[in-house]
């Protein structure tokens, strides 16, 4: 199979495309199946004169006619915008002056020396002829390997302060080499990157009970200021404070992305707002999740009646909490309130720095944990989570 490149204007394909040179629709495609929104985003593309990938063209050697091999859909809202069946969406982000004032413009109806000038745009194409039967539709087969991008990994096309913001704290995490001492899981797919920018978006709201949508955090990664410096402060301190005890760990910690964002968000609110120790912290995450695998084990008595009552019931919660639910409100509410639970009972629930918990709420948490088992409604009464 040999190819050779050329870069044709637009209104070169345009014609072959009216005058059926060009096929776009062989038998191996798959329709026209681009919603209108995407063409649109192709034509914005143009008109801010951005690069788009290019198109690959098959030449029957019987006929000498064209086929699309790869780039129909792009050929195809190219075509429909010509035809005037397609018209300009001056909203786009990110906006642009020029192409607002066209909203709503089809091409007919472009001023001539924009019209021109999208005449005049060119595109890569590649032209596939020599090829034996089989190798055209191979071709097409590796082209379309699409691998489909985690929204991490469409967040890190933006090149702004929250990606900067985002990536030293990967740094970090990874300098200290936190994933071997808590993290099960890799930075594969961009994993770290994710529950780092979901717990920046949720320590600068100051709430647990806003939802962490990729809308939130894409409008956060396209702006040009980040995230705020607080927030990156108070998520350090948690990073340095899980770096300090790390060495004192006495049994095996493997958070999962759930429990890696709550314990992420508790021990920045530890270290904002106590003075615990290393050692301290230390002993509590690995105490926990010793108390945590107990209760999981109800076979086993002996070490299940250490617990007490409530704390079999908020540690299965908490468990069950933590599979694929990241950012649901009501599982990273409950997750954190579990966490404080047992680091309250640790300090006989003397201690509330760091919960916003008012002294009578300290003593009636104590009274009611005695009597009632239900751990969400209890949390619910507190308004867990509302402020940080």
Known sequence: MQTRSADPDLRTLVKRIED???????????????????????????????QIP??????????????????QQRLVAIREFV???????????????????????????LPEDIRRRFDRYSIR???????SPEEPGELFFRLNQNSALTPAEQRNAFFGGARRQV????????????KSYYFGFSNARMAYDDIVARALLILEAGTLRQKVTSAL???????SEGFSQESVDWL????????????DLYTQIRLNKATGLSWLIFASRLARYSSVSNLEFSDFICSFEIRRHRALRPDNLSLAMANPGWSDEALAIYSDRSSARVGDVSSVVLRDFVIWLHFLERNNFQVAVGTHLSDSQLAMLREVLGVELDIQKIAEALEWGETL
């Open 236 to 247: 350090m301190g948690g990073v340095r404070l899980l770096a300090g005890a790390k060495r």
């Open 83 to 109: 035809a005037g069946r397609l018209s300009i969406n001056g909203s786009i982000e990110p906006h642009d002056k020029k192409i607002q004032a066209l909203n709503g413009a089809g091409y007919e109806t």
């Open 125 to 131: 194409v590649f032209y596939i002829y020599d090829y």
């Open 217 to 223: 955090l894409v409008e956060k990664y396209r702006s």
């Open 167 to 178: 990536k030293r704290i990967i740094e970090d995490l990874e300098s200290e080499d936190l």
């Open 54 to 71: 290019p198109v690959h063209i098959v030449i029957d050697p019987e006929t000498d006619r064209q086929f699309v091999l790869d780039g």
């Open 20 to 50: 059926n040179e060009l096929d776009l629709q062989p038998e191996f495609q798959r329709g026209e199946v681009w919603s209108e929104t995407k063409q649109q985003r192709l034509i914005d593309s143009i008109l801010r004169d951005w």
